[in-house]
């Protein structure tokens, strides 16, 4: 009832992460920003972490949306599996054909084979974990060793995390030291202002095709920003 009223071809408030709705404000932007940086410098790990509902997933999805042009990207949204399944899923992504019941020396010999293929047409290889904070402590080795593939040049496989904070904590432990250390990009997404709170719902309006997207008033705006 309340899109015919507003003239709104679909939801403006969706939690579904959708990319056309995706909305720059500065947190956003920098976090964009550091990781197509890092990317490009050709680093191994790379990590991103904010608070629930900050938007990690819809800026996930937008890196892979700002990446398909020119990178082979694998894309795990839930990374809660042992390291077989991890690297089973990865070799998946990438439309790499293995025997499940092989070895994982095998199946990264496999993965090693693709990437270096890859490499030599020029195509990066980036692989993007959503609630990486929610990896087991076993699957995290799997992913170091991943991150292992390289030529003398340069590192065949990109991983970038996105995660709460919890992931913070737990790459804290002593036993995450030698992953940790290979983080050299890391950034987070920053709660947006009172300014930007108005801007980010007229944007979502405006998209969703409402005709007029002043719809909320400056106090309910200055409300919802409190809240």
Do not use: W
Not at 67 to 79: K, R, V
Not at 116 to 133: F, K, N, P, S, W
């Amino acid at each position: 009832m309340y899109r015919s009223h507003f003239g709104l071809r679909e939801l403006p408030f969706s939690l579904t992460p959708d990319t056309t709705f995706f909305f720059a404000h500065r947190g956003a932007q920098a976090a964009l920003n550091t990781l197509l940086v890092a990317l490009r410098s050709g680093e191994g790990f790379v990590k991103i972490t904010a608070e629930v509902g900050c938007g990690k997933t819809l800026l996930c999805r937008r890196l892979l949306g700002a990446l398909a042009a020119n990178c082979e990207t694998a894309y795990i949204p839930n990374p809660a599996i042992d390291a077989s399944a991890m690297l089973m899923a990865v070799c998946e992504e990438l439309k790499i054909s293995v025997d499940p019941a092989e070895s994982s020396h095998h199946v990264v010999k496999e993965l090693k084979r693709c990437l270096l293929g890859h490499a030599r047409v020029g195509r990066r290889v980036v692989l993007i974990i959503d609630e990486a904070q929610c990896i087991p402590d076993e699957t995290i080795e799997i992913l170091r060793l991943m991150s292992n593939i390289e030529t003398e040049k340069r590192k065949l496989l990109q991983i970038v995390l996105f995660g709460q904070p919890e992931l913070d904590v737990k790459l804290a432990q002593p036993h995450m030291r030698q992953l940790l250390q290979r983080i050299t990009f890391a950034d987070g997404i920053e709660p947006m202002c009172a300014e930007e709170i108005g801007q980010y719902i007229a944007h979502r309006l405006s998209v969703a095709g409402a005709a007029e997207p002043q719809i909320f008033c400056d106090a309910a705006i200055d409300e919802l920003s409190r809240r």
